[in-house]
């Protein structure tokens, strides 16, 4: 398997390594400036190295060099140089600094002791053979017979390179030089024909420190991808190679992986298959906090190397240095601010990337920080490739950690290794960082503001080229911050859970007095089915009580703290919140339709308690004899108390429209929008930031939810305490209009329980003139009558009804013609008697109803009681109605259940959660209001249209009479 392969890789450092190694890597910052005039800089070890005797540091401070009039006699990389002194016939030494020579007529000794000859001229130095002459010649560059020399790139000047043999004993003689991108995609890379072999011989024989840089690049170039199945001579095979034969060197600033000649490509964290503990090691001992007027920032730095292994500067990573994107600085930078997360997209053109990145550049990425001494340490940052293959598996694309494979080195873009045949030849394919990622890791448990080490998360993509200017490719970068959120997880799943429970308790309390109420006895598949309906409704709420907490924390938490405590979850981490968001709404949809599917089906008559005035004489037709009969009730009163009925069905205690523009004002004119970013820093005002920072679908849930309910509940409490007081109130002034109508109103929302409200004037009619009816509201209003109670003496007239079983019976006997409107019922009920069949009905319902709230009916009386307190908190009738209906008094007015009056919290959660479900789906507050105020006219048209044609059934009222 591959671990025990990389095991074998790995394993002799084990042996002599696993005791004496530290667990925190950490690299002192030095430059080549910091080096001294006797020191070079080490572009392997990135330390200052001391040059021996006879020697001077180069030009560009990265090795030593002989002094002028000095010849090398040995070279073993860096200060591994011995000098000896030409003779004195000698003038200067060759350019390769092998060998002593003069100069020939013409040309100068520069101040590095060689020969420089007249512009136009190539020193000559050497013969065919390779032997060096006694005195150099000042020649035209000659490519058909080059001494020791081969013409450059552009075969202008020739060069000088470095002789050596094929060591069979040490390395293979051929070498992989095709480049596989995909199955069907190869390219035999010129560039890895030219210099794989030559880096790989002078890394292992001379432990030339550029060789072996160049080496490790074209194994980054590869995706630093092994094949241990296979023969080590690829690029990474030859790298493998060299690391395991040059271990008597030794390793670099006490990192077991990091050789001192070699760059440092791999992780050895494979030793005990556990790399969390490169990503877990200790935290950093720099505290962060949130502080406005001073953000900490993340300093990152790289150290940068072209093609060749040459150690080009260190830099600081900003500038968008790491970012293809191109935008203004003041957002490229906006990335490394600490606690900010960031996000950048963007499409790019091939043809643009073939011009700005012909030359390749290579990145070892750290961190800066202070250590403990006070000064400046670097952190070398993992970097998980998500194109690295083992054996032709992709590794670190597996989210278990201890399978990845973790590396240093990186690149943007590459145009070098897709080239064939030859170097100025435009590249087949190319490969581009298409998706780089920085993740930040909070300590668990921490209140220090402690972070680990970040990881740098990087995907490429390869593109074969066939039209550049047509090509593009969407490339992003992006930073973001994560916890440990165990702990919240679980006290997120305690409190559901416990809610839950609660939840399951209070819908077996509905559901039995469900079915008390409908007079059931029986446990059927009709009570489970309304059990999980109720169950719905009450689990809605525990999720939202739930995620509303949750985000109120997180908001609260996250954009409160100074010392870094708590940090967002990612979108990864938010999935299990939306989905318990989603779920709310989808159980509280549950909910509405069973509230409305309640009230669509409600039982309602209007008692009419007018009599006739007087008698009216008439003439039997055909026979010419006189008959008397009582003076007809008017019906308008009837038609006018339902239409104020049908009216107050969809009234709510807030006004849809205003709270749907408050709500928007508040989040996109006022300036809360900005709170939902993935920022520590609260403004209410747009920043250079805002449009690389992404939101938060947990703030953005919290802020429009928060403000959602404060707008509703605001308008909830205005509309009870201020403006049903002295403005309207048109749910009393409904049982005033009953009252003065002479209407009483019977609804039966189940089959044995109800709502009465008592309209029976106290005048004893109603069917008056103008001046009587304001004659009898004088009288009431100086208490000159009784009041308006059921029971004599008070003034309740509104009460919740238990019915026995009999009553119920007798009930829905004298209604059954008012239910005919099938076929079958006209075919059995000729249409010529249906009509007066359901007058009948109608009238004997009404005589029926008027004499039981008359107690005229001997075995069919009631009693009038107040609640328990058990009962009304339970919402359950503790006395079963047996002998006697009860009649509960209600000056709650609980009959405005059945309207959406009395259901104003099942709506206002709704409406939230549908307007926070569309946002987390869309980003766009504005298009969620919109859909919301939509949702709200299609189930206030429904609800009134379907609602209309019910009470038309039910009270027998045209509904064309129905305003």
């Known amino acids: 398997m591959a671990t025990g392969k990389l095991q074998f890789f790995w394993g002799p450092l084990a042996l002599l390594l696993a005791l004496g190694q530290t667990l925190d890597h950490f690299v002192p910052f030095v430059t080549v400036q910091n080096c001294t005039k006797k ?101 035209p560059c000659n490519t058909s017979n080059p001494s020791f020399s081969t013409p450059d790139p552009s075969a202008k000047q020739c060069t000088g390179g470095l002789c050596f043999f094929d060591y069979p004993e040490t390395l293979t003689i051929s070498v992989v030089t095709n480049i596989i991108y995909a199955k069907n995609l190869m390219v035999s890379s010129a560039w890895f024909a030219s210099h794989l072999k030559a880096s790989a011989i002078a890394c292992l024989r001379f432990a030339n420190l550029t060789a072996c840089q160049a080496l490790g690049n074209m194994c980054v ?59 877990r090691r200790e935290p950093f001992p720099t505290v962060f906090h949130f502080k406005s007027f001073q953000r900490m920032k993340l300093q990152f730095v790289i150290a940068k190397y072209d093609a060749r292994g040459y150690f080009l500067n260190w830099e600081k990573v900003t500038g968008g240095t790491l970012q293809l994107c191109p935008d203004t600085m003041t957002k490229l930078n906006a990335a490394y601010i600490f606690g900010i997360t960031y996000q950048q997209q963007c499409t790019l053109s091939v043809s643009k990337l073939l011009a700005k990145y012909g030359d390749i550049q290579f990145y070892d990425v750290y961190m800066l920080y202070k250590g403990e001494n006070g000064k400046d340490q670097l952190h070398p940052i993992a970097v998980r490739n998500l194109n690295l293959q083992l054996d032709g598996k992709f590794v670190n694309q597996d989210n278990t950690i201890n399978n990845w494979y973790l590396t240093r080195r990186i690149f943007l873009v590459d145009t070098l290794t897709g080239r064939e045949m030859n170097l100025n030849n435009q590249p087949k394919v190319i490969r581009v960082a ?57 006290n997120a799943e305690i409190a559901l859970g416990f809610l839950c429970g609660l939840s399951a308790i209070y819908s077996m309390l509905k559901t039995a007095s469900w079915k008390r109420r409908i007079g059931s006895q029986t446990t059927d598949i009709s009570t489970i089915m309304k059990f999980l309906l109720f169950y719905a409704g009450d689990l809605a709420n525990a999720f939202f009580v739930v995620t509303f907490g949750t985000g109120f924390y997180w908001l609260t938490f996250f954009k409160g703290q100074r010392i870094v405590s708590a940090l967002l979850p990612t979108p990864s981490q938010e999935v299990f919140f939306t989905l318990c968001v989603v779920s709310a709404f989808v159980l509280k949809l549950l909910q509405l339709l069973h509230k409305l599917e309640t ?73 809360f929008a900005n709170l939902t970013s993935r920022t520590p820093y609260s403004n209410l005002k747009r920043t250079a930031e805002s449009d690389v920072v992404p939101s938060s679908r947990i703030l953005r849930f919290s802020v429009a939810s928060s403000i959602w309910l404060i707008v509703g509940i605001i308008q909830v409490v205005f509309c009870t305490s201020i403006y049903e007081r002295f403005v309207e109130d048109r749910i009393s002034q409904f049982i005033d209009v009953c009252s003065i109508s002479n209407i009483s109103v019977m609804i039966f929302s189940h089959r044995c329980f109800g709502y009465y409200i008592h309209g029976r004037s106290v005048h004893g009619h109603a069917d008056t003139n103008m001046e009587e009816m304001n004659l009898n509201l004088k009288r009431e209003a100086e208490n000159l009558c009784g009041q308006r109670g059921l029971i004599p003496n008070t003034e309740i007239e509104t009460f ?77 009738e503790l006395h079963e109605p047996i002998d006697k209906s009860i009649f509960y008094n209600d000056e709650n007015f609980t009959f405005t259940d059945v309207l959406y009056y009395g259901n104003e919290s099942t709506l206002l959660i709704f409406d939230t959660l549908f307007f926070c479900v569309v946002d987390i789906a869309a980003q766009n507050f504005i298009l969620a209001a919109f859909l919301t105020y939509v949702q709200q006219k299609v189930i206030h048209f429904i609800r009134l249209a379907v609602g209309r044609k019910n009470l038309a059934a039910k009270t027998l009222v045209d509904e064309r009479f129905l305003l």
């Open 599 to 671: 009230q669509l089906t409600v039982d309602i008559f209007f008692i009419d308690w007018e009599r006739p005035k007087g008698k009216i004489v008439k003439s039997v037709a055909g026979g010419g004899d006189i008959k008397t009969s009582p003076a007809p009730v008017s019906i308008w009163r009837t038609y006018f108390v339902a239409n104020e009925w049908n009216k107050i069905q969809t009234i709510r205690k807030i006004n849809p429209i205003f709270q749907i523009i408050v709500v928007l004002f508040f989040l996109e004119v006022a300036g």
């Open 39 to 139: 020191q070079y800089f080490d572009i392997s070890r990135m330390i200052c190295m001391r040059c021996g005797a006879n020697q001077q540091t180069s030009r560009d401070g990265t090795s030593c060099m002989c002094l002028p009039g000095y010849k090398l006699i040995s070279n073993n990389g860096g200060p591994s140089i011995k000098c000896k002194k030409c003779p004195a016939i000698y003038s200067v030494v060759t350019q390769d600094g092998w060998s002593c020579i003069r100069c020939p007529p013409g040309a100068i000794i520069d101040n590095q002791g060689k020969c420089r000859c007249p512009t136009g001229y190539i020193l000559v130095e050497r013969r065919i053979n390779g032997a060096p002459l006694i005195e150099a010649r000042c020649e």
């Open 221 to 279: 170039m590869t995706m630093n991808s092994m094949n241990f199945a296979g023969q080590p001579n690829d690029a990474c095979g030859l790298y493998r190679t060299i690391f395991k034969k040059t271990i008597n060197l030794g390793i670099t600033h006490s990192i077991s992986s990091w050789r001192k000649t070699l760059p440092w490509l791999y992780y050895d964290s494979h030793i005990d298959g556990l790399p969390s503990r490169t990503l």
């Open 434 to 490: 298409s998706d780089i990622k920085i993740r930040v890791t909070l300590e668990p448990d921490s209140l220090q503001g402690k972070i680990f080490p970040p990881t740098l998360i990087v995907s490429y993509t390869n593109i074969r080229i066939q039209n550049p200017d047509q090509q593009t490719i969407l490339v992003s970068f992006s930073v973001e911050y994560e916890m440990d959120l165990s702990t919240a997880y679980q």
């Open 800 to 876: 919740q009804v238990c019915i026995t079983n009999k009553i119920r019976e007798q009930y829905d006997k004298i209604r059954k013609p008012i239910h005919w409107s099938s076929e079958a019922d006209r075919l059995l009920n000729h249409s010529n008697d249906l009509f007066e069949r359901r007058m009948k009905a109608y009238n004997t319902t009404n005589k029926f109803l008027g004499s039981f709230i008359d107690h005229a009916i001997r075995d069919m009386d009631y009693i009038v009681q107040d609640k328990l307190l058990l009962e009304r908190l339970i919402g359950m």
